[in-house]
C-alpha cells in the first residue's frame, strides 16, 4: 500500500471514530515508528488541533529516553508542524515492586494513568494510540498465554472509555506495522528503534521477533485470521460480558460484596465473567490463576481468604469480601506516590472556633505536632491517651473494646508523628494534640473515603 492510499484509508477510519473537527486530541508518541506515523497522518489531515503526549518509563538509560524525545522533536521539524509535546516521566519499576506486579503491567498502567492527567490538562477528551494488527495479534496471543479468558481473547477494541470524559481510540487496528514503516519510508520520515523492542526479556518481545513470524512464516495470513478469530469472539460473549459488568455494578452499590448465593447459582462461564469484571473493578491483571482461586474461594475450597498483590478477599458466610493490604512502610503525609496505599486526606488550615463533629474530621493544634505526619500501621504494644481520656492506654485494646475485629486493628492505619498517633480515623484523636483556648493555628484533617488510595495534599 503506498502512503496515499494509506492517508486515505486513515482519513475514513478517523472520521468514522473521532469526534467532530476543531476539538483538541492527545497522541501518544513513543519515537517509534508506529507512533510516528499515526503522528504523521494526524498532520497531514488537518482537522484537529494537537496535542503530543509523551511517557518516559525510566526503564531505559538516560542517552536512550532522550533519543525518543529528540525523534519526536526532529519528526515535527520534517513535518513542519508545532504542535505542544508533553514529557512526563514515570517510576515503573517502583510501581511495580510497591504493587507485587509485572514490569510490563506496571509500565501500561503508568502510561495510560498518566495520559489521561496530560489530555485533562489541555481539555482533550480523546487519546489516540498506535496499535495495529500486529499489535493486536501479540495482545491475543499473550492473553492465551496467561489464560485470560474469553474476554481476553478479544484482544484490543478500537475504543474504549478509560475514565469519564477521556476516551481511548486506537485508528491504526486495521493496519500493520509493516505499512506503517511503508508510509513514514515514502514520505522521507525517520523515526528511532526503540532498543528495549529486542529485548527478549519481555514477552511481548518474544511473541513479535520469534513467535508471530514463526507462524507467519508457515502459515501465511496467520496475524489477520486470529484477528478476525478474536472480532468472533467479541461477537459471541460481548452481551455475557456486558450482564457481568452490571452485575458487578449492583454489587458494589450495594456494599462491595458478591453474595454467595446469587453467585454460586451462575454457570462456570458466568463466574468467570464476573471474576473478570471484579479484577476490572480492583484493577487486576487477569489470569487463570486468579479466575480459579477465586471460584475456589466461592466454594469453600483452600480455605477462607486468597491473598492476591495488595488485595485481599475474604469468604464469610454470605458473602465474599475484598480490602486492601496494610502497607509495611511509612509514608508523609502529602508526599506519597500517586497510587500509594493510604486514605484520601486533606490538611485545611482552620480557626478553633471552626469545629464540627464527624468520625472522619479531625481538628488538632498544629503547634502541638512533633514532626511531618505519616500514615503507618499500628505498633505492637503501641499506646496512646484518646481525646478525653485520663490516661493512656493500648491502641489495640481500645479498638478491641469498641467492636473492631482483630483483623482489622492488624491492618489498621493511622496518622502518627514523631510521638507516637495523632489519629484513627472513625475513633478520635490523641489528647496531647487537641484543640483548646490557647491553640493559636488548627489544622484540620479531612479523610474522604476509607476505600481509596491516594493521597492528596493540600496546597
Partial sequence: MDADAMLQRFAASAQRLLPASGKPLLVAVSGGADSLALLALMVQLRQWPVHIGHIDHGLRTPADAQADQDAIAEMLRQLQADIPVHVRKVAVRDWAQEKRCG?????????????VEIARDHQASVILTAHHADDQAETI???LLRGCGPVGQWGMAERRSLVEGVELIRPLLTQTRASCHQFLRQRGLSWHEDVSNSDMTFTRNWLRHQVLPSFESGAPGFTRALCVWAQEQRRAYEPLWCQAQQAM??????????????VQALSLSQRWLLWRALADYLHIAVDRQWCRRCDDLLHGHGGRRYHHGQWMLRRSRSHITWETVTPDREHALGALPEHEAAPVVEGVPVAPSDLSYDPYL????RERLDGPLVWRSLRAAERWRPLGAQGGRLVKRGLADRGVPAWQRSRLLVLADKQGVVWIPGWTIAHRVRVDEHTRQALRLHCHDQHSFTVVPTK
Fill in 249 to 262: 455494578q449492583a454489587y458494589v452499590r450495594d456494599g462491595s460484596a458478591l453474595p454467595l448465593e446469587q
Fill in 362 to 365: 479531625a481538628t488538632v493544634d
Fill in 141 to 143: 496471543l499473550h492473553h
Fill in 103 to 115: 514490569i510490563e503491567e506496571a509500565a501500561r498502567h503508568l502510561r495510560y494513568a498518566t495520559l
